[in-house]
């Protein structure tokens, strides 16, 4: 990818963060000026140098979901690239590697026998709270902090699930502070355009996020099914 294109596509998704961009419509291309008029190219320049084109994509995904007014300065570090690197990998591991982090999330919210405490096992978390609990609910702070991988993130809370009466983003579109202060609304809002981009960058992608977000809420939200067991090592049979 030439620093020009670069260029381009970094105003594309910023501006499609900020609202102000039509990323399905245009297909990311958006006219820009030269970059040779551009005080800042030498960074634009950096990237196109040392990130290959799905962590370019990957890098302006996460940087501008968490910062749309960040400055092109600001995606040229390591952390960054690094970020950049790893969300870009999760393309090729594929479905093991969501089904697995899908199989510890659930351990969190349903029991798990263990033979060392027995009775005493600690009663497990509840999914209600960790989804709807306090202002800025408990699940998009941990996508705020990074312990909630952003493509995890919309195939776990974006996906309705008529059968449980699950519909995350319409309940807290219905509340009228959630946009608000530190509402969760302009969250979701972000995480609807990142699902958008994520599905345009990887094949079946669709597909893969409803299977898995099926079955991850049939394993949570039916009381009906039977307790993870302690030798499990996958929440999908």
Same mark, same amino acid.
């Given at each position: ?6 260029f381009?596509?970094?105003r ?11 990323f ?7 006219p820009? &000026?030269?970059l @040779? +008029?551009?005080?800042? =190219?030498?960074?634009y320049?950096r990237?196109?140098?040392? /990130?290959?084109?799905?962590t ?7 940087a ?35 089904e697995?982090?899908l ?29 709807y609990a306090?202002?800025m &609910?408990?699940? @998009? +702070?941990e996508?705020? =902090?990074?312990d909630?991988p952003?493509?995890l993130?919309? /195939?776990l ?9 699950y ?5 807290w579109?219905?509340r ?12 979701i ?6 699902d958008?981009?994520i599905?345009?960058r990887?094949t ?7 299977e898995l ?16 067991q ?5 929440l999908?049979?």
């Amino acid at each position: 990818m030439t620093a020009e294109h670069v260029f381009a596509l970094s105003r594309a998704y910023q501006c499609y963060y900020k609202g102000t961009f039509d990323f399905q419509k245009y297909h990311g291309k958006m006219p820009c &000026p030269p970059l @040779i +008029q551009q005080r800042d =190219r030498q960074f634009y320049h950096r990237i196109a140098n040392h /990130l290959d084109d799905a962590t370019i994509h990957a890098l302006f995904t996460l940087a501008y979901f968490y910062k749309p007014n960040a400055y092109i300065a600001d995606l040229v570090t390591r952390d960054i690239w690094s970020a950049a690197n790893v969300f870009a990998s999760r393309t090729q591991n594929g479905r093991p590697l969501f089904e697995s982090e899908l199989y510890d999330l659930s351990r969190r919210f349903v029991s798990v026998p263990s033979e060392q405490e027995g009775d005493d096992a600690p009663a497990p978390a509840s999914i209600h709270t960790w989804l709807y609990a306090n202002g800025m &609910p408990a699940c @998009i +702070q941990e996508v705020i =902090r990074g312990d909630l991988p952003l493509d995890l993130a919309c /195939l776990l809370l974006l996906i309705p699930r008529p059968t449980f009466d699950y519909d995350w983003p319409a309940y807290w579109f219905s509340r009228p502070d959630a946009s608000v202060g530190l509402g969760p609304q302009p969250w979701i809002e972000r995480l609807k355009k990142a699902d958008l981009l994520i599905w345009a960058r990887r094949t079946g992608w669709r597909v893969l996020s409803h299977e898995l977000a099926r079955d991850f809420w049939a394993c949570i939200g039916q009381p009906s099914l039977a307790p993870i067991q302690k030798n499990q090592t996958s929440l999908f049979p």
